[in-house]
């Protein structure tokens, strides 16, 4: 709890700090924030990802990046980039697939991440290899970028704003008497927000669309393709998504800063808008869809041929929990960039 007396000193000090300040500090504080202090991913974490439910996952991402590279006239300079990559497991599972049906794409292999922490957990992962490590996608070198976000953008800070009779005002996190609390700011914003009813909350990101924009601009002149798959909505809307996770469970958003993953829905339409902005074309579908176009079922099959009837029903529950209506299927969205993404799979 030392860490959340610290917010409140700075509070106390400075005044009501942004959502977006409050997520920042939380997820990514030298000292105390949860990405740099805390193991979140796996059974033993607070939450589990794709890649760490099943190796199917990985292998139908594999598939789709060599269809992506081979429609692009598979360059021999790609250089295969995930960004955000957790513990390593999906480019681990990526690489092997890879080396099986296209080895070329594998030669480059870059991974951009900004914990030192999780560089040492993914180099351990992958175990011997020629892959570099990148702290942000503009050290990347130039050539065509194949490059995968599996719940990336989901815990880049969000701003806030919050509907009053004054009209919008940026939403803060300040004190009252029972410590850190949510409070409507002095701050407005440029941007054109929805008519809403008093107490509504409206979400933007600058910060996700920037490095969308960035990593589109790196599509656009060096070629390549992008696949980024996040929980969140194709079309923009009015609500509250911000969230907390601990143990695998929601807890409350200012309980326990820098002990829970700090979260919010990804609004896919205003990704797609800063993809489009460098003229690429994007493409949105639900998990669900593409990892059923990409064969997760046959998949499943093939792994359960020769296993006993406990791997089979395993295999069942990875396939329900990646692509099941109540389950990731259709909470999860899949975004493709490229200069022409309407060809590629699933159809």
């Known amino acids: 709890m030392r860490f959340k007396q610290r917010i409140a000193e700075l509070i106390a000090e400075t005044g009501p700090i942004p959502v977006s300040q409050y997520m920042a500090l939380c997820l990514f504080d030298p000292k105390d924030g949860y990405y740099t202090t805390r193991e979140p991913f796996g059974a033993k974490g607070d939450f589990t990802t794709a890649p760490e439910i099943s190796q199917m996952f990985g292998e139908l991402v594999a598939v789709w990046l060599a269809s992506a590279w081979q429609a692009s006239g598979a360059p021999q300079d790609a250089i295969l980039t995930e960004i955000g990559p957790g513990r390593g497991t999906l480019m681990r599972d990526m690489l092997r697939t890879l080396a099986r049906i296209a080895p070329d794409l594998t030669r480059h292999v870059a991974l951009v991440e900004t ?34 976000g599996n719940e990336l ?17 940026e939403r803060c996190v300040g004190l009252d008497a029972d410590g850190l609390a949510f409070v409507a700011g002095p701050g407005t914003t440029d941007a054109a927000l929805p008519d809403a009813p008093n107490g509504a ?68 339409a205003a990704l797609g808008a800063a993809a489009g902005a460098v003229s690429l074309e994007t493409r949105t579908m639900t998990q ?25 029903e395993r ?17 999860f969205k899949v975004l493709m960039v490229g200069k022409d993404v309407a060809n590629l799979p699933p159809q």
């Open 115 to 148: 914990s030192p922490r999780l560089v040492e957990v993914q180099k351990e992962t992958l175990g011997a290899t020629s892959a570099t490590w990148h702290r942000d996608i503009g050290e990347v070198p130039g050539a065509p970028l194949f490059i995968v």
């Open 153 to 169: 953008f989901d815990a880049i800070p969000i701003r806030q704003f919050v509907k009053t009779p004054q009209g919008w005002r």
């Open 201 to 268: 909350i409206f979400e933007i990101a600058p910060a996700r669309n920037a490095l969308m924009q960035e990593t589109a601009e790196r599509i656009s002149t060096h070629g390549g393709t992008g696949l980024f798959i996040d929980y969140g909505h194709l079309q923009t809307g009015i609500g509250d998504t911000l969230q907390a996770m601990r143990a695998h469970g929601y807890v409350d958003v200012l309980a326990t800063p820098g002990e829970a993953d700090l979260t919010s829905h990804v609004d896919f």
């Open 288 to 312: 669900a869809r593409f990892l059923l176009g990409m064969g997760l079922l046959e998949r499943a099959g093939q792994l359960g041929a020769d296993g006993d009837a406990g791997m089979r």
């Open 315 to 331: 295999l069942q529950g990875e396939v329900e929990r990646l692509a099941g209506p109540d389950e990731m299927g259709e909470l």
